[in-house]
């Protein structure tokens, strides 16, 4: 090894002291900011100050991988706005509870690595401070224990001396110092399980922004078709109705071509509006999800019973599968269950809207058999929700989905 190497070995190890003592007053600060929160300024203050600490943490983190060569990507994760959810985010992101168990080891680590370079670098300093200007130092003064009295046992008591700490600056000091940035990284850098669980979290609050866009871009679609292509079709058709009765009775085959470009006009529009209504129904946009099932359980075929519970802000995406969950298990009542009676609940659980529709049929559902349980799984997994349907012989009948709907 170099005494190149050497050096910026030490250089790393008087950094971490530096940063090991800057940081000490970290735990009473931390402390006090708990205190402060009965008085409300802690409320604000401690959220920041751990953000604080990871940002240090980071910057350590690029330090260590600097020195052992190894690439490292900084780990800022985005902080929530609003102090509620701040907080939150302080009490359940892993990458804070993994700085806060490091910060000790760091701590210790940095201060008796820091020392240990000091002791190295600057003993050999003060060795040959010693030697050279022993006659001016104090009577008792000594080198490795014994004490100086002559030149010759300066020079010798020096050069021993000297030898010792450069061997231990050469050989001990980047040994250490490797070990001390290797426990910085493996510390600070999660496992691969950890990965997995940050990516599916990643996964989960990016999926909410993904269910506003689509849902967005439904209603766009849905408008766009509604108040365009569909006026136009109406148009369309009425031209052809108002040519078709400026032609006299005997046109023949001209009057056959508008009747047919007519009819196929209004079919068009018929088909159009099935479009529409399967993508995102108008009435979710009129009324509201809330609004939109009970208009559903009025017009059932069977008496129906809703309970809605607080559903809160809701993607327009969930909120169309949901709609078609509740409105086909409801045709499924009607058309194959026998049952007089059927119940509706919806409710939001944190992150997930559960929709289910009871009925007190015959059960026996066959989900090979057309029932449009099929339908509804595929709806509800495009969003990656669960089905599950329990319909013993003789029922109830009972279809229970559960969609995401944000983090």
Same mark, same amino acid.
């Given at each position: 090894?170099?005494?190149?190497?050497?050096?910026?070995?030490?250089?790393?190890?008087?950094?971490?002291l530096?940063?090991?003592?800057?940081?000490?007053?970290?735990?009473?600060?931390?402390?006090?900011?708990?205190?402060?929160?009965?008085?409300?300024?802690?409320?604000?203050?401690?959220?920041?100050?751990v953000?604080?600490?990871?940002?240090?943490?980071?910057?350590?983190?690029?330090?260590?991988?600097?020195?052992?060569?190894?690439?490292?990507?900084?780990?800022?994760?985005?902080?929530?706005?609003?102090?509620?959810e701040r907080?939150?985010?302080v009490?359940?992101?892993?990458?804070?509870?993994?700085v806060?168990?490091?910060?000790?080891?760091?701590?210790?680590?940095?201060?008796?690595?820091?020392?240990?370079?000091?002791?190295?670098?600057?003993?050999?300093?003060?060795?040959?401070?010693?030697?050279?200007?022993?006659?001016?130092?104090?009577?008792d003064?000594?080198?490795?224990?014994?004490?100086?009295?002559?030149?010759?046992?300066?020079?010798?008591?020096?050069?021993?001396?000297?030898?010792?700490?450069?061997?231990?600056t050469?050989?001990?000091?980047?040994?250490?110092?490797?070990?001390?940035?290797?426990?910085?990284?493996?510390?600070?850098?999660?496992?691969?399980?950890?990965?997995?669980?940050?990516?599916?979290d990643?996964?989960?609050?990016?999926?909410?922004?993904?269910?506003?866009?689509?849902?967005?871009?439904?209603?766009?679609?849905?408008?766009?078709?509604?108040?365009?292509?569909?006026? *136009? =079709? +109406? &148009?369309?058709?009425?031209?052809? @109705? #108002?040519?078709?009765?400026?032609?006299?009775?005997? !046109? $023949?085959?001209? %009057?056959?071509?508008?009747?047919?470009?007519?009819?196929?006009?209004?079919?068009?529009?018929?088909?159009?509006?099935?479009?529409?209504?399967?993508?995102?129904?108008?009435?979710?946009?009129?009324?509201?999800?809330?609004?939109?099932?009970?208009?559903?359980?009025?017009?059932?075929?069977?008496?129906?019973?809703?309970?809605?519970?607080?559903l809160?802000?809701l993607?327009?995406?969930?909120?169309?599968?949901?709609?078609?969950?509740?409105?086909?298990?409801?045709?499924?009542?009607?058309?194959?269950?026998?049952?007089?009676?059927?119940?509706?609940?919806?409710?939001?659980?944190?992150? *997930? =809207? +559960? &929709?289910?529709?009871?009925?007190? @049929? #015959?059960?026996?559902?066959?989900?090979?058999?057309? !029932? $449009?349980?099929? %339908?509804?799984?595929?709806?509800?997994?495009?969003?990656?929700?669960?089905?599950?349907?329990?319909?013993?012989?003789?029922?109830?009948?009972?279809?229970?989905?559960?969609?995401?709907?944000?983090?």
């Open positions: 090894m170099r005494w190149t190497n050497v050096g910026r070995d030490a250089r790393y190890a008087w950094v971490g530096a940063s090991a003592l800057a940081m000490l007053p970290l735990f009473p600060m931390l402390l006090a900011g708990f205190v402060l929160v009965s008085v409300g300024i802690g409320l604000w203050l401690l959220p920041w100050m953000i604080g600490t990871l940002r240090w943490a980071d910057a350590e983190r690029g330090r260590a991988a600097a020195l052992l060569g190894e690439p490292s990507q900084p780990r800022r994760p985005a902080v929530p706005e609003g102090l509620v907080w939150r985010w009490a359940t992101h892993r990458e804070v509870r993994r806060l168990r490091w910060v000790p080891r760091f701590l210790g680590g940095g201060l008796a690595l820091g020392l240990f370079g000091v002791l190295c670098v600057g003993g050999m300093l003060g060795t040959v401070v010693t030697v050279v200007g022993w006659p001016l130092l104090p009577d003064t000594s080198m490795l224990g014994i004490r100086v009295g002559n030149w010759g046992l300066a020079l010798l008591l020096g050069v021993v001396q000297f030898a010792l700490l450069a061997a231990l050469r050989w001990v000091l980047p040994g250490f110092v490797r070990w001390q940035a290797r426990d910085t990284l493996t510390a600070l850098t999660p496992s691969a399980e950890e990965r997995l669980a940050e990516r599916v990643e996964l989960t609050e990016s999926r909410a922004d993904v269910l506003d866009a689509h849902g967005a871009e439904l209603r766009r679609i849905e408008r766009d078709l509604h108040d365009g292509t569909q006026a *136009r =079709l +109406v &148009a369309i058709a009425m031209r052809l @109705g #108002v040519a078709r009765e400026e032609l006299p009775e005997d !046109s $023949g085959a001209l %009057g056959r071509l508008l009747a047919e470009a007519q009819e196929g006009a209004e079919d068009a529009m018929t088909e159009l509006r099935e479009v529409i209504r399967s993508m995102y129904p108008p009435i979710l946009a009129d009324r509201g999800l809330e609004g939109a099932l009970a208009a559903v359980a009025a017009g059932s075929a069977v008496e129906t019973d809703l309970d809605l519970g607080e809160g802000r993607p327009a995406a969930v909120e169309a599968a949901a709609y078609f969950v509740v409105t086909e298990a409801l045709t499924n009542v009607a058309k194959h269950s026998g049952a007089e009676l059927a119940r509706v609940r919806l409710e939001r659980k944190e992150n *997930r =809207l +559960v &929709a289910e529709v009871w009925d007190g @049929g #015959v059960g026996g559902v066959d989900e090979s058999g057309g !029932s $449009g349980v099929v %339908g509804i799984r595929r709806r509800v997994a495009a969003l990656d929700g669960t089905v599950t349907v329990t319909s013993p012989a003789g029922g109830p009948t009972v279809v229970r989905a559960e969609l995401p709907c944000g983090s």
